[in-house]
């Protein structure tokens, strides 16, 4: 039991550690995302999150935040999760192929006005890279959220686009980190709009 306690301690202090290490660099540029989302959903714009597994979960995680309400009532904000309609994914996936499943929902939602919330712990989700492109195109400004230095993600994101990589190798460091950073982001929106 000693063992696994001192286990568990040691991952919350991994945890602190990651997100100690991210204070510095992260606040400044969290802050330039939250006013690029602000002025597009204030200006009738919407939010288009993508990711692949616990990303997915934090796509949907955030745009619910922002559709329902995060710690304050206020009017209701335009976010999609791309990652929610089975019958898109499995068509697009069984026609097209799973790379295109994002790709072709920006194309068809995007609009230049919007912005893509592209999520990736590694950087290099080849779908998530592909709505990153599709999404350049219409003219969408990109927020990016990755570890691991970023991956393959730097080399599609201008200087107009913000990258939150979260300064960590590790998959659930990376992942708690950006879950701070989506309530950042739902916090600052919502300080914009009511404060």
Do not use: W
């Not at 989302?37 to 997915?56: E, F, P, R």
């Not at 300064?167 to 709009?193: K, N, V």
């Amino acid at each position: 039991m000693k063992q696994l306690t001192e286990r568990i301690q040691q991952q919350f202090q991994d945890s602190i550690t990651t997100k100690q290490m991210a204070i510095a660099t992260l606040s400044p540029l969290t802050a330039l995302a939250v006013e690029k989302m602000y002025q597009s959903v204030n200006s009738g714009g919407k939010i288009l999150a993508c990711g692949n597994g616990g990303s997915a979960a934090d796509a949907q995680h955030f745009a619910a935040e922002l559709v329902g309400r995060f710690e304050r009532e206020r009017r209701e904000l335009g976010a999609i999760a791309l990652t929610t309609d089975s019958s898109i994914l499995t068509a697009i996936g069984n026609d097209y192929g799973y790379d295109e499943v994002f790709s072709k929902q920006v194309r068809a939602l995007g609009k230049p006005e919007d912005i893509l919330l592209a999520i990736s712990t590694s950087g290099n989700s080849k779908n998530v890279l592909f709505a990153i492109e599709a999404a350049k195109k219409i003219g969408m400004e990109i927020i990016a959220l990755t570890g691991r230095g970023g991956g393959k993600m730097n080399e599609l994101l201008g200087q107009q686009d913000i990258h939150l990589c979260v300064p960590s190798e590790r998959t659930a460091r990376i992942q708690e980190t950006h879950l701070l950073l989506l309530h950042c982001l739902c916090d600052g929106i919502d300080h914009l709009l009511l404060d």
